[in-house]
């Protein structure tokens, strides 16, 4: 055995990834040579803490220091502090992660983790993702053994029911019950499929899970496998996701090798493997019968259903498809059995969710909870609150296909059947905050455009319908509305539900009718005042300088791009209205605070 | 892969080198006394015995560490071993050779090794 006497975990997801870990990596491995510590020292590449807002994140243990926004420059002071003396860079450490009396609290004491449970997430940020060992380690393919020796197909199947696991993929449909269909589907041969599409804008809790914890997917899809009689599963995953495929081909090579996949795994005559399917950035193929025509190699879209895919899915048989995240909590649910399960969560959604906090939040980042959790708790006490002290306005969840839940809703248990009364979803897991400065019309309009852009034309109502929309919003936030405009909407909107051919189109509409109903005054402030109350749609703004208050010191004429601005020195200056594009650009150079926009 | 025994080895293998990363419980604490004074003194070869007969009797419950000046510098390379329910003890003016000592009577089999103690010193 190597004994290393301490562990340096440098997070290596996309978050941190993209704010420079890898260079912070390198540099550590330099000077731990420096130092002559390689072999006292070991550095572990591990998947996403979650903070991704104070990345990249670096923890040292056995202390348990978390430091966070470490630069390349930082790495040789806790190098020759931290790693040579033994004193803690204190500066340098996340800034809820000391007592007052600079002692180090352990991560559960940390407000952003204090809530969260962990189960999906239980690994990331704990193991080595390149390191199969690692996995083993914390009861990796444990649940599969278990399963393969001690468990018949239909017993296995039962534990899933009995849990009450519900997919994780948006629509909540029951997992287990999933399995029974397909496993009870007549059919020679039969798939099991990993939907790893995540296209939601905001969404990247799939990506999360897949860097960080690839192997509980895979041994997941085995146990599917055996459950429903499959010896061959597809994991079809976003191209624009390099380091999560990067992983995942790794974990399938170090799984073959080990003998986790492939022929009589465990010395049974259950035999398994598993192939990757790169996305080409379509978001319909996040839909179930498109992504198996896009496996197939057919264009993707979808088709009616039924049949379900349990029935005639892939190449034409049948085929489980789950979601990232609903694999990754099933080697838990074997292990520690449907009771367990049972216990964390609300009445009809049991386990924990995973969200991917975004927008107008301080903590951005990744957390966990138990469903029932209310999106107070998750905004103010995970989320540490809105920054610059703004107001909470409305949370997104479920991305293009959700809504927007308002403040009055803050104290709804968040769970698939709360969301869905009150006009959201739960969806992937995407979870927007907007502040005052967001107008919800705007938001309106950027969801529809997502869904226009990205709509497969397969069907009219979605292609034309969602259109038709888009363009009357176009015209509300241009100051082009008329009366009719938002029932209009409302009209289009509810029959696009009831006539789109599949879940995409059948919830496009969403973001639009949420909006209009928790903030029709903001609709009506647009159409009939021709004013956008957050101050965010251009063509409805007017930037003015107040003569009061002006000095005329010349400053914003200079700021003006378009030489919009003129005046007298020493007298008070005004804007041409048609030459002026609202950049702004002058209300930021006056020092008197007088142009205003509004 | 063909038995849950050898799943298992590969676990208990793996086990004690990723040990450091979960919460503490329990388990031998020993701090190598790492300030300039200590390091003047030799405290690093005593820190790298302590991690080479660790490493050698697979011990995966132990933690060596450091921290910086425990105070009384004439009697460097200090260290303190704490066992879990036990009081800290604290040997000085170690060495290499001290070291295996000390990991085979005190952090293995208990007996505090006195003669090198601070109380024995004083």
């Known amino acids: 055995m190597e004994f290393f006497r301490s562990h340096v975990l440098i997070c290596g997801g996309t978050g941190c990834h993209s704010s420079g870990s890898a260079d912070v990596m390198e540099t550590f491995k330099a000077e731990l040579a420096k130092n002559n510590l390689e072999n006292e020292v070991k550095l572990v590449q591990t998947g996403c803490f979650g903070l991704c807002a104070v990345g990249p994140v670096v923890?040292?243990?056995?202390?348990g220091a978390f430091y966070s926004r470490v630069s390349v420059e930082d790495v040789s002071r806790i190098v020759s502090e931290h790693l040579l003396k033994g004193r803690i860079v204190t500066d340098l450490l996340y800034h809820d992660s000391i007592h007052e009396d600079e002692a180090i609290k352990s991560l559960n004491e940390v407000d952003f983790y204090k809530k969260q449970k962990r189960l999906a997430l239980r690994n990331c940020g704990v193991i080595d993702p390149e390191n199969i060992d690692e996995y083993i380690a914390f009861d990796g393919y444990k649940a599969l053994g278990k399963v393969l020796l001690e468990m018949t197909p239909e017993e296995t199947i039962d534990i899933i029911k009995a849990s009450g696991?519900?997919?994780?993929?948006?629509?909540?449909?029951?997992?287990?019950?999933?399995?029974?269909?397909?496993?009870?589907?007549?059919?020679?041969?039969?798939?099991?499929?990993?939907?790893?599409?995540?296209?939601?804008?905001?969404?990247?809790?799939?990506?999360?899970?897949?860097?960080?914890?690839?192997?509980?997917?895979?041994?997941?899809?085995?146990?599917?496998?055996?459950?429903?009689g499959a010896d061959q599963g597809y994991i079809y995953v976003r191209a624009e996701y390099p380091i999560a495929v990067?992983?995942?081909?790794?974990?399938?090579?170090?799984?073959?090798?080990?003998?986790?996949?492939?022929?009589?795994?465990?010395?049974?005559?259950?035999?398994?493997?598993?192939?990757?399917?790169?996305?080409?950035?379509?978001?319909?193929?996040?839909?179930?019968?498109?992504?198996?025509?896009?496996?197939?190699?057919?264009?993707?879209?979808?088709?009616?259903?039924?049949?379900?895919?349990?029935?005639?899915?892939?190449?034409?048989k049948p085929t489980l498809l789950n979601n990232v995240e609903t694999y990754a909590n099933i080697p838990q649910i074997i292990l520690n059995g449907p009771e367990w399960f049972q216990t964390i969560g609300t009445e009809k959604s049991k386990g924990t969710k995973v969200f991917a906090l975004g927008g107008k939040i301080n903590n951005t980042g990744l957390v966990e909870v138990p469903m029932g959790t209310t999106l107070r708790e998750i905004i103010y006490e995970i989320g540490g609150g809105i920054p610059n002290g703004k107001e909470f306005k409305a949370a997104q969840t479920g991305g293009p296909s959700g809504g927007c839940i308002p403040a009055r809703h803050l104290d709804t248990p968040i769970d698939y059947d709360s969301l869905t009364k009150i006009g959201?979803?739960?969806?992937?897991?995407?979870?927007?905050?907007?502040?005052?400065?967001?107008?919800?019309?705007?938001?309106?309009?950027?969801?529809?455009?997502?869904?226009?852009?990205?709509?497969?034309?397969?069907?009219?109502?979605?292609?034309?319908?969602?259109?038709?929309?888009?363009?009357?919003?176009?015209?509300?936030?241009?100051?082009?509305?008329?009366?009719?405009?938002?029932?209009?909407?409302?009209?289009?909107?509810?029959?696009?539900?009831?006539?789109?051919?599949?879940?995409?189109?059948?919830?496009?509409?969403?973001p639009v009718l949420s909006t209009i109903q928790y903030f029709r005054d903001e609709y009506e402030a647009h159409i009939r005042d021709k004013k956008c109350p957050a101050g965010i749609c251009q063509a409805l703004l007017q930037i003015t300088i107040?003569?009061?208050?002006?000095?005329?010191?010349?400053?914003?004429?200079?700021?003006?791009?378009?030489?919009?601005?003129s005046g007298e020195r020493k007298s008070a200056h005004t804007i041409d209205q048609s030459k002026c594009i609202k950049c702004g650009a002058c209300m930021e150079k006056c020092p008197f605070k007088a142009i205003v926009k509004g | 892969m063909k038995s849950l025994k050898e799943l298992e080895e590969i676990k208990q293998r793996t086990l004690d080198s990723v040990n450091l990363r979960k919460e503490r419980t329990g388990g031998t604490r020993v701090v190598v006394g790492m300030a300039t004074c200590g390091i003047a003194a030799g405290a690093r070869p005593v820190l790298l015995a302590f991690l080479e007969e660790v490493k050698k009797r697979n011990l995966g419950d132990v933690t060596v560490s450091q921290t910086g000046c425990i105070g009384v510098c004439r009697l460097e390379p200090m260290v303190e071993v704490t066992r879990p329910g036990e009081e800290k003890?604290?040997?000085?003016?170690?060495?290499?050779?001290?070291?295996?000592?000390?990991?085979?009577?005190?952090?293995?089999?208990?007996?505090?090794?006195?003669e090198y103690t601070i109380g024995a010193a004083e």
Not at chain 1, 265 to 293: K, N, Q, W, Y
Not at chain 1, 441 to 458: H, M, N, P, Q
Not at chain 1, 549 to 562: D, Q, S, T
């Open chain 2, 89 to 114: 003890v604290t040997y000085v003016k170690m060495t290499a050779d001290k070291v295996k000592r000390v990991v085979a009577e005190h952090i293995v089999n208990g007996h505090v090794v006195t």
């Open chain 1, 424 to 510: 959201s979803m739960m969806g992937s897991g995407g979870l927007i905050v907007m502040d005052e400065d967001n107008c919800m019309v705007d938001i309106a309009r950027f969801f529809l455009d997502f869904t226009v852009d990205e709509s497969c034309g397969k069907c009219p109502p979605c292609r034309i319908g969602t259109k038709r929309m888009l363009e009357i919003l176009d015209r509300i936030t241009k100051g082009q509305g008329k009366e009719g405009d938002i029932e209009k909407l409302e009209e289009l909107g509810k029959n696009i539900k009831a006539s789109a051919l599949c879940g995409l189109g059948q919830t496009a509409p969403n």
């Open chain 1, 165 to 228: 696991l519900r997919g994780r993929g948006g629509a909540g449909f029951p997992t287990g019950v999933k399995w029974e269909f397909t496993a009870k589907a007549e059919g020679d041969k039969k798939y099991v499929c990993c939907n790893a599409d995540e296209g939601d804008p905001g969404a990247f809790m799939d990506r999360s899970v897949l860097e960080g914890d690839p192997h509980s997917v895979l041994e997941a899809m085995a146990i599917a496998g055996y459950a429903i």
């Open chain 1, 546 to 565: 107040q003569a009061e208050l002006c000095r005329g010191c010349g400053l914003c004429v200079k700021a003006c791009p378009v030489d919009a601005i």
């Open chain 1, 59 to 63: 923890i040292v243990y056995p202390e």
């Open chain 1, 246 to 316: 990067k992983r995942l081909t790794i974990a399938i090579g170090q799984a073959r090798e080990a003998g986790l996949l492939g022929k009589n795994i465990f010395g049974t005559d259950f035999s398994f493997d598993l192939e990757l399917r790169l996305g080409a950035g379509a978001f319909v193929c996040g839909e179930e019968t498109a992504l198996m025509a896009s496996i197939e190699g057919r264009r993707g879209e979808p088709r009616p259903r039924p049949p379900f895919p349990a029935v005639k899915g892939l190449f034409g």
